[in-house]
């Protein structure tokens, strides 16, 4: 199976020292838009606690085994650098270094080398040596508090927000602009530090401009997009399920409340000091039909409402289906590469890689025997082999 696709990052070959979370994930996106991806997976190694052929965090990858705590480790890897556009690792500060593959001794070994860096609280700061996950990062930000209702505790938003958006795709970003100034004329190699505390704070700049001109509280559940606005939120359906509203704009909000059929009672959208009486309004009237009724209703329209689908629910929805937006690979059901190019498409070309099923492959593929022979050492000295 071929090791780099062909979408825009055919070419490109990228290292990843295995992890779980953030790191993989954002190798997993590189992967996808084509990059030739070697995980450096440890014997025994970290992984989710599930069976790695569900993991698809690992799609479009491949796996060598390495112990870099063995004699050679550090060696093969270097060799692996010395090839390779990228490298991602998501060691707490320091780790890398006491292992033999920091920043210093992969850039002397490849000048032009991208250094990629994933934690949560940053490679310097009073809490860069502290365990910490999602919740947390999101935490100190002022992203977590943000979410939910204004007399409840803040709602955790899964690990999407931290992990993810603020994690992955900044590191994604990083190390994809750093690639480039690297080939540019005179470029060289660098250290990128994705931190997950940048990058929450960073995903609410606009909110932080909007609060400092006045225009948005600091307190959950009082905002246009917070979930205090009548017309921007969820409301249950007879059937116990949710459709969600976020008529905003007054053309928006004057076909939704004619499709809700509430046009007469409802009180003007400016009208802050009955916006309770609006909420009351929608929530009587959305338990009155179930959310396949009132999906039906609004249909095709501009009031801006959609169903709340379950996970198992989003790929059959009409619009998903017909956008590919998941797609079918190895027998599960999975989100495709996104985004979409126009002349270099990314595609899932390989199922979730197994540690260490590709080493052989891959010090054929790339030249570095060092590799191979790293990891029949590791079987001798455990007796697996």
Not at 125 to 148: E, F, N, V
Not at 226 to 254: I, K, R
Not at 328 to 356: K, L
Request: proline fraction near 7%; charged fraction near 20%; include cysteine.
């Amino acid at each position: 199976m071929a090791a780099t696709g062909n979408g825009p990052l055919a070419g490109v070959r990228v290292v990843e020292l295995a992890g779980i979370g953030p790191g993989p994930f954002a190798a997993m996106v590189l992967a996808d838009l084509g990059a030739d991806v070697v995980r450096v997976d440890r014997p025994g190694g970290a992984g989710l606690s599930i069976d790695p052929a569900y993991d698809l965090t690992n799609r479009n990858k491949r796996s060598v085994l390495v112990d870099l705590k063995a004699q050679g480790g550090p060696e093969a890897v270097l060799d692996l650098v010395e090839r390779a556009d990228i490298l991602i690792e998501g060691y707490r500060p320091g780790v890398a270094e006491r292992l033999g593959v920091g920043p210093q001794e992969c850039l002397a070994r490849n000048p032009r080398l991208v250094y990629g860096r994933m934690t949560g609280w940053g490679q310097e700061g009073p809490l860069a040596q502290s365990a910490g996950h999602d919740i947390a990062y999101i935490a100190i930000t002022g992203t977590l508090g943000m979410i939910g209702k204004p007399d409840e505790p803040p709602i955790v938003p899964a690990n999407l927000v931290g992990d993810y958006a603020g994690g992955s795709l900044y590191l994604v970003i990083g190390v994809l602009a750093a690639l480039q100034h690297a080939r540019s004329e005179g470029g060289a190699g660098q250290v990128v530090d994705a931190a997950i505390v940048d990058g929450a704070a960073h995903l609410a700049t606009m909110i932080h401009g909007m609060m400092a001109a006045g225009g948005w509280q600091d307190r959950r559940g009082s905002n246009l997009l917070d979930g205090g606005c009548p017309f921007y939120g969820n409301y249950e359906t007879a059937d116990g399920q949710y459709m969600a509203v976020g008529a905003l704009e007054q053309q928006f909000y004057n076909e939704f409340i004619d499709l809700l059929g509430i046009k007469d009672e409802a009180p003007a959208r400016k009208d802050f000091a009955r916006w309770g009486e609006l909420r009351d309004a929608v929530a009587a009237r959305f338990r009155t039909k179930t959310r396949e009724e009132w999906t039906a209703v609004f249909e095709g329209s501009d009031a801006c409402v959609a169903p709340v689908l379950s996970l198992g629910q989003a790929p059959s929805h009409p619009h998903l289906v017909a956008r590919g937006t998941f797609i079918d690979h190895d027998g599960i059901t999975q989100p495709a590469p996104a985004p979409r190019f126009s002349a270099t498409p990314g595609s899932v070309r390989r199922p979730p890689a197994r540690p260490g099923a590709d080493t052989a492959e891959v010090a054929v593929d790339w030249d570095v025997p060092s590799v191979h022979k790293d990891v029949s050492s590791v079987h001798k000295e455990d007796g697996s082999a």
